[in-house]
């Protein structure tokens, strides 16, 4: 199965992917952890990310393709994938199928969370006082939900005219959202 879950931030898609990771045997592939990840190291290119991602603003296409490109290379995608964060604006999704094809992996399934906006800032809030992300300030939350309706909002209908897109209400507890996902994806 390669999967790639689509939604705004907070409708739940890192959440989501933890859990399906297991229940699929799978790996998760998260751009946001991967940057996450290079920040932490401090490595040259988590100190060109940190800034742009506290901001709320999306790091460059040409950095994050060649950070999925040396993780979709690793052994452990042979039997799929489930990636979360990627792609993000209309360049990553045309970069997206270009890759695949080129590693003969096309994707099975794009599932898309939808989530209104009052719940998702709910929701940031409430990992703000839990986890303190550095991006979960509001002002940051702000600039990720204009950049989704701008940049990433348009990826939908890249998908759905592909055929390959499915929409899932992703209201609920997180059982419930995970048990619709699972239902929705292809056998
Ligand atoms: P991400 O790490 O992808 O952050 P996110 O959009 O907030 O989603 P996330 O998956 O973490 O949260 P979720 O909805 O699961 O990106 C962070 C930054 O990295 C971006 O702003 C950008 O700068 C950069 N970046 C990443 N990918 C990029 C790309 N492709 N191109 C350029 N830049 C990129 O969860 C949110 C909260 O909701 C959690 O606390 C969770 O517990 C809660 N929640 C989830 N489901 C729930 C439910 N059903 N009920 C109650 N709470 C729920």
């Given at each position: 199965?390669?999967?790639?879950?689509?939604?705004?931030?907070?409708?739940?898609?890192?959440?989501?992917?933890?859990?399906?990771?297991?229940?699929?045997?799978?790996?998760?592939?998260?751009?946001?952890?991967?940057?996450?990840?290079?920040?932490?190291?401090?490595?040259?290119?988590?100190?060109?990310?940190?800034?742009?991602?506290?901001?709320?603003?999306?790091?460059?296409?040409?950095?994050?393709?060649?950070?999925?490109?040396?993780?979709?290379?690793?052994?452990?995608?042979?039997?799929?994938?489930?990636?979360?964060?990627?792609?993000?604006?209309?360049a990553q999704a045309a970069a997206l199928d270009s890759l695949l094809a080129k590693i003969g992996q096309p994707l099975d399934a794009v599932v898309q969370l939808d989530v209104g906006t009052d719940l998702l800032v709910e929701r940031i809030a409430g990992r703000a006082k839990a986890e303190g992300r550095e991006d979960d300030n509001p002002e940051s939350v702000r600039k990720r939900l204009q950049v989704y309706n701008d940049s990433t909002a348009p990826v939908i209908g890249y998908f759905a005219d592909r055929g390959t897109l499915t929409r899932v209400d992703g209201v609920g507890s997180l059982e419930e959202v995970l048990g619709r996902i699972t239902t929705a994806l292809p056998r």
């Open positions: 199965m390669r999967l790639v879950l689509l939604g705004p931030p907070g409708s739940g898609k890192g959440t989501q992917a933890a859990r399906l990771k297991e229940t699929l045997s799978i790996p998760h592939i998260s751009t946001g952890d991967l940057l996450r990840a290079e920040v932490a190291a401090g490595t040259p290119l988590g100190l060109q990310a940190k800034e742009v991602m506290a901001r709320g603003d999306l790091v460059s296409d040409e950095i994050l393709l060649g950070m999925l490109e040396s993780r979709l290379g690793q052994a452990d995608v042979a039997n799929g994938f489930i990636l979360d964060g990627y792609p993000r604006n209309l």
